[in-house]
């Protein structure tokens, strides 16, 4: 917040309330608009920075191993962002990376002395976790993404309402790109019958596809969003603001897997 006219002796009588705004005046303008300039810029960098994936989890020179199913959501002879833009972050920090499928881990943890961190997709949480000695610490490709785009908490704290959901709830499944769905597809079959399966109830599922979401999300009991790869901060942070505004409860594709294949407290750490 900017107060002008500071040249009028304004003073707060709570200096924390003093931390929160910025005092201006016309007179002299070029000290006090060099100040709201220079803060205005501090603002900005905060707001458009993001942090890395693996920032606060793993150092430099720490072993982290990928694990990476190849099925028919696989595509051909490539491997997709999340997981190349992991490698990328690895490589760029000097963070040694193993990349192994889930059926050739066992074979990878025996020849590594040493693993920081393993990272898997989501939908093969439970196979890794119980391959992975407890020790281990466990995370997915799109839960990085969470922290880095979204706002970890506040999906940890939309997961919770998995439980709660009712007989006729509409759960609203929103993915940002836009690909050619299959039998396995994550969003539109796994979630879907995972949830019903786990909770036994007659939940509703509509599904959202691309940069925009849908206009009235007041009727949805849960989003539950993708990793975002394809998306910007930005567009991630305004549908959090959105499902807030309309106290709709949103949660992250990692993060629900967890859940439902029952390693919530492990990967989300």
């Given at each position: 917040?900017v107060?002008?006219?500071?040249?009028?002796?304004?003073?707060?009588?709570?200096?924390?309330?003093?931390?929160?705004?910025?005092?201006?005046?016309?007179?002299?303008?070029?000290?006090?608009?060099?100040?709201?300039?220079?803060k205005?810029?501090?603002?900005?960098?905060?707001?458009?920075?993001?942090?890395?994936?693996?920032?606060?989890l793993?150092?430099?020179k720490?072993n982290?191993v990928?694990?990476?199913?190849?099925?028919?959501?696989?595509?051909?002879?490539?491997?997709?962002?999340?997981?190349?833009?992991?490698i990328r972050?690895?490589?760029?920090k000097?963070?040694?990376?193993?990349?192994?499928?889930?059926d050739?881990?066992?074979?990878c943890?025996?020849?590594?002395?040493?693993?920081d961190l393993?990272?898997?997709d989501?939908?093969?949480?439970d196979?890794?976790?119980?391959?992975?000695?407890?020790?281990?610490?466990?995370?997915?490709?799109?839960i990085?993404?969470?922290?880095?785009?979204?706002?970890?908490?506040?999906?940890?704290q939309?997961?919770?309402?998995?439980?709660k959901?009712?007989?006729?709830?509409?759960?609203?499944?929103?993915?940002?790109?836009?690909?050619?769905?299959?039998h396995?597809d994550?969003?539109?079959?796994l979630?879907?019958?995972l949830?019903?399966?786990?909770?036994?109830?007659?939940?509703?599922?509509?599904?959202?596809?691309?940069?925009?979401i849908?206009t009235?999300?007041s009727?949805?009991?849960?989003?539950?969003?993708?990793?975002?790869?394809?998306?910007?901060?930005?567009?991630?942070?305004n549908?959090?603001?959105?499902?807030k505004?309309?106290?709709v409860?949103?949660t992250?594709y990692?993060?629900?897997l967890?859940?439902?294949?029952?390693?919530?407290?492990?990967?989300?750490?």
């Open positions: 917040f107060f002008t006219k500071s040249d009028k002796n304004f003073s707060f009588k709570d200096e924390l309330l003093k931390e929160n705004f910025l005092l201006i005046s016309n007179v002299n303008k070029n000290f006090w608009y060099d100040r709201l300039i220079k205005i810029i501090e603002k900005l960098k905060e707001d458009c920075f993001e942090k890395g994936l693996l920032d606060g793993v150092k430099e720490d982290v990928l694990v990476v199913p190849i099925d028919t959501e696989a595509p051909e002879k490539r491997l997709i962002l999340p997981q190349v833009e992991v972050e690895c490589l760029d000097n963070i040694n990376v193993s990349i192994t499928k889930p050739c881990l066992s074979d943890i025996k020849n590594l002395s040493k693993i393993v990272i898997t989501s939908q093969a949480f196979i890794v976790s119980d391959i992975l000695p407890k020790e281990l610490r466990l995370t997915s490709f799109s990085l993404f969470a922290r880095k785009k979204g706002n970890i908490d506040k999906f940890l939309g997961a919770k309402y998995l439980k959901l009712k007989d006729e709830d509409i759960v609203l499944i929103s993915e940002s790109c836009i690909h050619t769905k299959s396995e994550i969003g539109t079959v979630i879907p019958n949830i019903l399966k786990k909770l036994g109830k007659k939940i509703k599922f509509e599904f959202s596809h691309g940069k925009f849908k009235d999300i009727k949805y009991s849960l989003i539950i969003q993708c990793g975002g790869c394809m998306m910007s901060k930005n567009d991630m942070q549908r959090i603001k959105k499902a505004e309309n106290n409860p949103i992250n990692g993060i629900v967890s859940y439902l294949k029952g390693v919530f407290d492990r990967a989300t750490f």
